[in-house]
C-alpha cells in the first residue's frame, strides 16, 4: 500500500502562481499511475491532471490546460502540480490518488488511495 501525503497550498491572489506536492511512502513509487483531482465548496470531486507511471503521457482537464504542469520525481517519490495564471474559480481542496493503471476518461472511482488534501485558495 502506498501512503499519500500533500504539501504546498495556501492563499495566493488571482494571477499568481503555486506548486503543490504529493509525497508518497510504503510500495514503490514508480509502480503507480498518479492524478490530482480538486474539489471547490459545495461542488464533486473533479479530475485536474494525470501522469503516467514515467512521465511519459500527461493528461489535463480542460480547465486548467496551458495554465497548470503535473510532473514526478520518482527518484524522490514525489509528485507536483505547478499552478500558473490561478483564477478564484480554481479555489479548492487538492488531492492527490494513486493507481496502477490509468483508463481513459480518468475519473476519481478509478483510484483508491488517496491522499488527505490540500487547499489552495485563490483570492480576486
Known amino acids: 500500500q502506498v501512503q499519500l501525503v500533500e504539501s504546498g497550498g495556501g492563499l495566493i491572489q488571482a494571477g499568481g502562481s503555486l506548486r503543490i506536492s504529493c509525497a508518497a511512502s510504503g510500495r514503490t513509487f514508480s509502480n503507480y499511475a498518479m492524478a490530482w483531482f480538486r474539489q471547490g465548496p459545495g461542488k464533486e470531486r473533479e479530475f485536474v491532471a494525470a501522469i503516467h507511471w514515467n512521465g511519459g503521457f500527461t493528461y489535463y482537464a480542460d480547465s486548467v490546460k496551458g495554465r497548470f504542469t503535473i510532473s514526478r520525481d520518482n527518484a524522490k517519490s514525489t509528485m507536483y502540480l505547478q499552478m500558473n495564471s490561478l483564477k478564484p474559480e480554481d479555489t479548492a481542496v487538492y488531492y492527490c490518488?494513486?493507481?496502477?493503471?490509468?483508463?481513459?476518461?480518468?475519473?476519481?472511482?478509478?483510484?483508491?488511495?488517496w491522499g488527505q488534501g490540500t487547499q489552495v485558495t485563490v483570492s480576486s
Open positions: 490518488a494513486a493507481e496502477q493503471t490509468l483508463r481513459l476518461p480518468i475519473t476519481a472511482r478509478q483510484f483508491d488511495k
